[in-house]
């Protein structure tokens, strides 16, 4: 039983310098100059020596990267910090950031400067006017689709045909 603050203090040194971070058991092989391991959760992990003498040596890499994650100065402690960063629980689906056009579908197109001839038949929709040069605006969906400026119809916004790259 604790009976005083000091007491408490203690128990929670000597409790802290037991437990640590969790970290996950990781069985290290090592291939070539290379230690690698699979975590419980089947993360692959490696470790790759950059060079004798150097601070920050060991690289190490999660997932077959082709660039280590993290950098440790030494073997020990590349392996100490994988297998805590593999006993972190994974982050909630809920918290996860679902990459999504920050734009929406009906933003308006940006018009265009060209020096190229619009075409001269009707639209479609049966209007006789001059089509409007027009590009997608940035990070819109049409824009990821194609970025390059087009022909668009004044009346009914239907695409009237690809304006020639040098002419814009």
């Not at 005083?4 to 929670?12: C, G, I, M, R, Y």
Request: aromatic share 8%; glycine share 8%.
């Amino acid at each position: 039983m604790i009976r005083s603050k000091s007491e408490l203090a203690d128990h929670n040194d000597r409790a802290s310098a037991m437990t640590g971070p969790a970290r996950s058991i990781l069985n290290w092989s090592e291939s070539n100059g290379a230690w690698s391991a699979v975590g419980p959760t089947g993360t692959h992990w490696e470790i790759h020596d950059n060079g004798v003498g150097r601070a920050g040596r060991f690289g190490i890499i999660v997932e077959h990267w082709d660039r280590p994650d993290w950098w440790a100065d030494s073997l020990e402690a590349a392996k100490a910090l994988a297998a805590e960063i593999d006993a972190r629980p994974p982050i909630p689906e809920s918290e996860q950031i679902v990459d999504q056009p920050l734009m929406p579908e009906d933003t308006p197109d940006v018009p265009v400067q060209t020096t190229a001839a619009p075409p001269t038949e009707r639209c479609e929709c049966g209007s006789g006017e001059p089509p409007l040069s027009v590009k997608p605006a940035p990070g819109t969906p049409a824009f990821w689709d194609d970025p390059a400026p087009f022909w668009k119809c004044p009346t009914c916004g239907t695409y009237r045909g690809e304006i020639e790259r040098d002419l814009y």
